[in-house]
């Protein structure tokens, strides 16, 4: 079974991401900040991730971003903050999905990159 890392600090959006891995048959890993996603990264083997870009009180998903680029897993980064982050968005190099977007359409993205 495929295994996922959800980056999300919205409750909701990540149950909803979860859930609709659940549906194409894979699992996902959750994590609310970087910290959690690091740890994760480092416990787990990962197909891909999805990431939100914002995780609340100045913390985005750079750390992790760069920790699946080094190791080759495809991500995708999901946001709801476009006009804010436009540069930092670039540097990342990766797809972007804009929020709100249905979770079936965020797996089904980044299930194509695969």
């Given at each position: 079974?495929?295994?996922?890392?959800?980056?999300?600090?919205?409750?909701?959006?990540?149950?909803?991401?979860?859930?609709?891995?659940?549906?194409?048959?894979?699992?996902?890993?959750?994590?609310?900040?970087?910290?959690?996603?690091?740890?994760a990264i480092d416990?787990?083997?990962?197909?891909?991730?999805?990431?939100?870009?914002?995780?609340?009180?100045?913390?985005?998903?750079?750390?992790?971003?760069?920790?699946?680029?080094?190791?080759?897993?495809?991500?995708?980064?999901?946001?709801?903050?476009?006009?804010?982050?436009?540069?930092?968005?670039?540097?990342?190099?990766?797809?972007?999905?804009?929020?709100?977007?249905?979770?079936?359409?965020?797996?089904?993205?980044?299930?194509?990159?695969?």
């Amino acid at each position: 079974m495929k295994r996922f890392l959800v980056l999300e600090d919205e409750p909701l959006i990540a149950m909803d991401l979860k859930h609709a891995f659940e549906d194409v048959g894979a699992s996902a890993v959750m994590a609310a900040t970087s910290e959690q996603a690091m740890e994760a990264i480092d416990e787990n083997r990962f197909s891909g991730a999805i990431l939100d870009v914002n995780l609340g009180r100045g913390e985005t998903c750079a750390r992790a971003a760069g920790r699946l680029k080094k190791l080759g897993i495809p991500f995708v980064l999901h946001t709801g903050d476009l006009d804010r982050s436009g540069e930092f968005l670039r540097d990342l190099e990766a797809p972007v999905l804009a929020k709100p977007q249905a979770a079936d359409d965020v797996v089904s993205y980044l299930m194509g990159l695969l």
